[in-house]
């Protein structure tokens, strides 16, 4: 039987471990982002507990080479892991606020909050094999048994936090059971001994029915919360403030409606109009980037004979918009759930214009961000066809002027025009310019046929002359696309 128990704690501990270091990711998002600086944080500080927990497991099996010494170490472990259950979204809040969201930060966070019961569950391994090793002659033999052995409780763990998880729980639901866990293994390590071990016994019991009764979290997120939902990508709020309705991913505003009458509440997508200054025949658009999706009701009381599309790859946005953002709910429009970029290259469709509305918050897909994104993005456009771009920032900045040059090395015509928050939206189009006046008459027929706010004519008053792109950033590739230090680097957090 001992070496029964013995067996299941190295393969929970293994499957915890993994669990928690992919759960972290969800903890860290909506302060952090999911960039590569955070993955690189968390796999890290993961890492080096794995190297001071491997060696120092080893020390403390040659001090003691029982189970309830295992026991102890996992009962630890699992108070660790109820820290990052009670108070894990709430310091990392604090710490986001403190740090900004910045490389540093993730780096200080998933440390403070990871280490711990990482470092702790990293022991069992080598204390497991000081426990097992009776015969020196096979001890190579046992070694290789038990880690292999939590190597399939690591797998486990991963596949099942990466797939169940994660796509049906809420965080706290899903570190809950982590923390149960982590303390029926020490009940089952300590089972041998549990009159000697009576407050380590009455520890991991205490978090147990603590795990099980589902503790209450610190309170986390920001004031007026409606409606949080963790997805597979992201995680995704619903706020309230000041007579607006924010959709948040991951701590971005993607989209906002005004509380009272349901209307867009964000000024960048009421320059997306200027469009049809360049291309007045437009009657397509493929906007990639669900958010909201209060930008075709937008388009659409306007133009109401637009066929309007969204692509979008989390396919929880479009229930949470629906429910919470109002959207389709004055006008039909379509969405596709599927990455923006595997959608161009299979669909047969073509648009006469497309809106690439990703590149916005800490993290941004870097692949739709490159040269052949935009090759298959031109591929797709109908003749005189238009390519939009949110850049969410303003063109002195390091990513702006990346996407702005990379865009500008594949299409030969390109406008800027500005928004009252200084969002920047780039217009594409292989077509030659328009001419000024030409401008001005189309802005003049439009403005008598519709009623966009602001008007077309205001919008061409907006309209800039942007700097040639310089060589001080890359054009983007699939090769080369640093999108992290280049958001970053414009925010001050890298040298």
Request: hydrophobic content about 50%.
């Amino acid at each position: 039987m001992s070496g029964v128990r013995l067996g299941f704690a190295v393969f929970t501990g293994g499957a915890v471990l993994m669990a928690l270091e992919i759960l972290s990711t969800r903890v860290l998002a909506p302060r952090f982002g999911s960039s590569v600086y955070v993955w690189g944080s968390i796999i890290s500080v993961f890492l080096a507990a794995l190297a001071i927990g491997y060696w120092w497991g080893g020390r403390l099996a040659d001090r003691d080479p029982t189970l309830a010494g295992l026991g102890r170490r996992i009962a630890w472990a699992a108070a660790g892991v109820a820290v990052v259950r009670l108070a894990g979204e709430w310091a990392a809040d604090l710490l986001g606020a403190w740090t900004g969201g910045g490389p540093v930060g993730t780096l200080a966070a998933a440390a403070l909050l990871f280490a711990p019961p990482s470092l702790l569950l990293a022991t069992l391994s080598p204390y497991a094999v000081r426990i097992a090793a009776h015969d020196l002659a096979r001890v190579g033999h046992t070694a290789g048994g038990l880690y292999a052995l939590s190597t399939a409780g690591s797998l486990v763990g991963t596949l099942g936090c990466t797939f169940v998880l994660i796509p049906f729980l809420e965080v706290p639901t899903a570190l809950s059971i982590l923390l149960a866990a982590t303390a029926a293994t020490a009940l089952v390590a300590l089972s041998g001994d549990m009159r000697r071990e009576r407050w380590a016994v009455g520890g991991s019991a205490a978090l147990l029915v603590l795990a099980l009764l589902g503790p209450p979290s610190l309170p986390s997120g920001p004031e007026g919360l409606v409606h949080e939902r963790t997805t597979a990508h992201q995680t995704l709020r619903v706020v309230d403030r000041d007579g607006v309705r924010y959709l948040e991913s991951d701590g971005t505003v993607h989209g906002a409606v005004r509380l009272d009458d349901g209307e867009l509440a964000m000024s960048y997508p009421r320059g997306l109009p200027a469009a049809w200054l360049i291309h007045p025949g437009i009657e397509r658009v493929l906007i990639l980037g669900l958010g909201g999706g209060n930008v075709a009701d937008y388009l659409l009381d306007s133009l109401p004979e637009l066929a309007v599309a969204f692509v979008e790859v989390d396919p929880a946005v479009p229930e949470v918009a629906r429910e919470w953002m109002g959207f389709d709910g004055r006008h039909d429009v379509a969405v596709h759930v599927a990455d923006a970029r595997r959608f161009l290259e299979t669909t047969s469709g073509s648009w006469d214009l497309i809106v690439a509305d990703t590149y916005i918050g800490l993290s941004v897909p870097f692949h739709l961000t490159t040269r052949e994104f935009l090759a298959e993005v031109e591929r797709r456009l109908a003749p005189g066809g238009v390519f939009a771009v949110n850049l969410a920032a303003d063109l002195d900045q390091p990513f702006p002027r990346a996407i702005h040059r990379t865009v500008a090395a594949v299409f030969p015509t390109v406008y800027a025009f500005t928004t009252p928050t200084r969002n920047h939206l780039l217009f594409a189009t292989r077509e030659p310019p328009v001419p000024e006046a030409e401008l001005g008459r189309r802005a003049r027929a439009l403005d008598a046929r519709t009623r966009f706010d602001p008007d077309l004519a205001t919008l061409l008053d907006r309209r800039l002359d942007p700097p040639p792109p310089g060589d001080d950033v890359p054009v983007l590739t699939d090769a080369y696309a640093p999108v992290d230090r280049l958001i970053h680097l414009e925010r001050g957090e890298l040298p």
